[in-house]
């Protein structure tokens, strides 16, 4: 059977492929799931120090949650579909959202409903020129179910999102960029070149470093500023006692490079 996620590492670097390029990579139960199995080996490995998410094939990065399979849960009554549907997806983009290394989208074509849902989670996000992004749940008579509702709203503004979620029109790769959707857009050529580039100016600094920014900024926006200051100082106090920080504080004051442990 075709592997719906495809693994390959460069330079330290996960690149994850969803692999159903016949469908538009749409998400299939067997996709979520096996896309989930790869992230906690990705977390186990301290030699991978960023994820990039790409689709396979030259249209799609992904259309969204595989309605035909969707559709048979929603047959079962709302128990089944919430459980066996809403709660899978929103694992998954929750689990993305959250990941201590780095998470960056390379959307690579067209990155509709969950495959949108996906780069609205993930931390960072390189478009193909070719990209474009669409909320087209409200076409099926539903609202989105993989957080579209919650993150689009908190990173473009209710009312910029909400044009988006409530007439399901698509948009290109730049209103996206405008959007606060993706970071930049490049050459649909460039596309790959330009994710690794973004990584490795991330995974240059400190893994915890890292791992903290990430879950500060991340955690700290769902929050009133009195917890998010509560929660940075927390994220302070993970690193405080590293060597890394005693490294890196060193470093400045020899004035040379840092080495990183991780510890
Ligand atoms: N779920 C399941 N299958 C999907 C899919 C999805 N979300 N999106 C595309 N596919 C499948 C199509 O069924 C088709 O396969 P088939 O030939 O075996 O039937 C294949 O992918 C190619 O898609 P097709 O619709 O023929 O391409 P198109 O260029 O005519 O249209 C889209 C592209 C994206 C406009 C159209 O596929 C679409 O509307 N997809 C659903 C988008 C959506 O509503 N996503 C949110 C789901 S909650």
């Known amino acids: 059977m075709t592997d719906p996620v495809l693994y ?4 330290g ?13 749409a998400l299939s139960y067997g996709l979520i799931d096996r896309l989930m199995q790869r992230l906690d080996g990705i977390e186990e490995d301290d030699g991978l120090r960023a994820v990039i998410l790409t689709g396979a094939g030259d249209r799609a990065f992904s259309a969204g949650a595989d309605i035909r399979e969707f559709a048979g849960s929603v047959e079962r009554g709302p128990a089944v579909a919430g459980r066996e549907f809403v709660r899978r997806g929103q ?7 959250a990941f201590r290394k ?4 390379a ?3 067209l990155a509709y409903g969950g495959g949108c849902e996906i780069v609205e989670a993930v931390h960072l ?3 193909s020129d070719r990209a474009t992004f669409a909320k087209p749940e409200i076409a099926l ?8 509702t919650q993150r689009l709203p908190r990173l473009a503004g209710r009312k910029r999102a909400l044009e988006l979620l409530l007439t399901g029109d698509p948009i290109p790769a730049d209103r996206a960029q405008e959007l606060g959707l993706v970071n930049a857009v490049v050459p649909h050529d460039r596309l790959l070149a330009a994710a690794l580039d973004l990584a490795a100016r991330v995974t240059r600094h400190s893994p915890l470093a890292v791992g903290a920014v990430i879950t500060a900024a991340t955690r700290g926006l769902n929050m009133g500023i009195a917890e998010g200051l509560q929660v940075e100082a927390e994220q302070f106090g993970r690193v405080a006692p590293t060597a890394d920080l005693v490294e890196g504080l060193a470093a400045w004051t ?4 840092p080495v990183w442990t991780g510890r």
């Open 102 to 105: 780095p998470v960056i989208a």
């Open 107 to 109: 959307v690579n074509g």
């Open 141 to 148: 008579g539903m609202p989105p179910t993989f957080g579209g």
């Open 91 to 97: 694992a998954m983009t929750a689990r993305l959202e």
């Open 254 to 257: 020899q004035r040379r490079a």
């Open 125 to 127: 996000a390189v478009a």
């Open 8 to 11: 390959a590492a460069i330079d």
């Open 13 to 25: 670097v996960a690149v994850l492929t969803l692999n159903r390029p016949d469908k538009l990579n």
